[in-house]
Nanobody, 123 residues
């Protein structure tokens, strides 16, 4: 099972950009679908973006589509989340997760998680 470590969070003004990274351990990274979830205080963890292991195809939550881009570098065991045009409602702890399945949106389908990185967007 992979172990995941996120980085790149921080404080940014509305309209700004951030790039999150998630470094994975192990030699089987390329066989995992990777995803980003986020959780704001008092809210449930929600899907943000995923990228399949089979063809690298990305998929997004409607709320971030056209603003966020997920990508992966299998040679470096890393998945990225480039976030543009950030809004205060994007404020949350962002988690990286891994799954053996394709195209999953539910956190219950992911069996490896990072510790999270805080993203705060102020207006």
């Amino acid at each position: 099972q992979v172990q995941l470590v996120e980085s790149g969070g921080g404080l940014v003004q509305a309209g700004g950009s951030l790039r999150l990274s998630c470094a994975a351990s192990g030699r089987t990274f390329s066989t995992y679908t990777m995803a980003w979830f986020r959780q704001a205080p008092g809210k449930e963890r929600e899907f943000v973006a995923g990228i399949n292991w089979s063809d690298g195809g990305p998929y997004y939550a409607h709320s971030v589509k056209a603003r966020f881009t997920i990508s992966r570098d299998n040679a470096k065991n890393t998945v990225f989340l480039q976030m543009y045009s950030l809004k205060p409602e994007d404020t949350a702890v962002y988690f990286c997760a891994a799954s053996r399945r394709l195209g999953m949106l539910s956190p219950n389908e992911y069996n490896a998680w990072g510790q999270g990185t805080q993203v705060t967007v102020h207006s």
